[in-house]
Structures are given as structure tokens and as C-alpha cells.
């Protein structure tokens, strides 16, 4: 799984370089919407997954899905707005070395998190080992750490995966 470890330290790589580009402050503004994004869409899911089930004719798992992605994209837009608002008031001081370093970490953790969230899922939809067995999953260094740091930070995922 040797192209599998590159591809996601690719991605770790360029997570990393972002957030030194973006700086600190537009990069904790997104990691927040991202954290506030999981919990919101987390918290109303389950009545927006209802409700589209009694109006649509939808497959289930589509509708958990987009009862999940409305809530979550409806948030990171709106603090996402508001980021850009912030780092332009936060722009005029002189903090230019410690936002772009501080962005670096950030934006490492942050695409840490997005990609664990992904491999989660993907790990949920491959349970049959229809694009890859566990063996070849178990090969990858990065694959199962970084699969296990999200549920690790934020545990009610695990429990929404379960429920897929």
C-alpha cells in the first residue's frame, strides 16, 4: 500500500503548506468551523433525515448522507464568511512570522482530521473488502493511525458510523 501511504502524506503535506500560506488565524477559523460543522450537522442529522425520508423516495443511505452534508456545509459557509472578515481586521498587525508558522500546524491538523474523517468512511463502504481487503489496509503505515485519530478527537463519529 506503498501508494496509498504517499498519497496521504501528500495530502499531509499540502494540509501543512496551506495552513502556512493562510496563516494561523484564517486556518483556526476553519478548523473551528469544521468542528463546529461535524456537531451541528451531528445534532440536527437525525430530524433532517426524517424529514426527508417522509418527502422523498430516496435510497437510505443517501439520505443519511445528505441529512449529514446540508448542516455541515450550511456552517463551514457561514463561519467561513466570517473568517475572512476576521482576517482581514487581524491582517493589519504585525503578527506575519507567528500566523504563518501557527497556520502550518493548524492546517496539519486540520487535513489530519478531514482525511481521517474520509478513511472512516471509506473503511464503513469497504467493510467487504470490495476495493481493498484489511490485509492490504493493515500493510499501510498511515492508514489505520490516521483513521483512528478522528473518532479519537471527536467520538461521536463512531458512533455515526456505526449507524451508517
Same mark, same amino acid.
Given at each position: 500500500?506503498?501508494?496509498?501511504?504517499?498519497?496521504?502524506?501528500?495530502? &499531509?503535506?499540502? $494540509?501543512?503548506? =496551506?495552513?502556512?500560506?493562510?496563516?494561523?488565524?484564517?486556518? @483556526?477559523?476553519?478548523?473551528?468551523?469544521?468542528?463546529?460543522?461535524?456537531?451541528? %450537522? @451531528? *445534532?440536527?442529522? $437525525?430530524?433532517? =433525515?426524517?424529514?426527508?425520508? %417522509?418527502?422523498?423516495? #430516496?435510497?437510505?443511505?443517501?439520505?443519511?448522507?445528505? *441529512?449529514?452534508?446540508?448542516?455541515? &456545509? !450550511?456552517?463551514?459557509? $457561514?463561519?467561513?464568511? @466570517? +473568517?475572512? #472578515?476576521?482576517?482581514?481586521?487581524?491582517?493589519?498587525?504585525?503578527?506575519?512570522?507567528?500566523? =504563518?508558522? +501557527?497556520?502550518? !500546524?493548524?492546517? !496539519?491538523?486540520?487535513?489530519? &482530521?478531514?482525511?481521517?474523517?474520509? &478513511?472512516?468512511?471509506?473503511?464503513?463502504?469497504?467493510?467487504? $473488502?470490495?476495493? *481493498?481487503? =484489511?490485509?492490504?489496509?493493515?500493510?499501510?503505515? !498511515?492508514?489505520?493511525?490516521i483513521r483512528q485519530f478522528g473518532t479519537t478527537i471527536y467520538p461521536?463519529?463512531?458512533? #455515526?458510523?456505526?449507524e451508517m
Open positions: 500500500m506503498l501508494i496509498l501511504d504517499l498519497l496521504l502524506a501528500g495530502a &499531509l503535506l499540502y $494540509g501543512t503548506v =496551506k495552513g502556512l500560506w493562510n496563516g494561523f488565524f484564517a486556518e @483556526l477559523a476553519a478548523l473551528i468551523s469544521f468542528f463546529l460543522g461535524i456537531y451541528v %450537522a @451531528l *445534532a440536527i442529522s $437525525g430530524s433532517l =433525515k426524517e424529514f426527508l425520508e %417522509a418527502h422523498t423516495k #430516496w435510497q437510505p443511505i443517501s439520505i443519511r448522507m445528505i *441529512a449529514f452534508g446540508i448542516p455541515f &456545509l !450550511f456552517t463551514i459557509i $457561514g463561519i467561513s464568511l @466570517l +473568517a475572512r #472578515w476576521l482576517n482581514k481586521v487581524v491582517s493589519l498587525g504585525g503578527l506575519s512570522p507567528f500566523n =504563518k508558522v +501557527a497556520g502550518g !500546524f493548524i492546517g !496539519f491538523f486540520k487535513t489530519l &482530521l478531514i482525511i481521517s474523517i474520509f &478513511l472512516n468512511l471509506f473503511f464503513n463502504l469497504n467493510s467487504g $473488502g470490495f476495493f *481493498a481487503t =484489511k490485509e492490504e489496509l493493515d500493510q499501510s503505515y !498511515f492508514f489505520n493511525p461521536m463519529l463512531e458512533q #455515526w458510523y456505526l
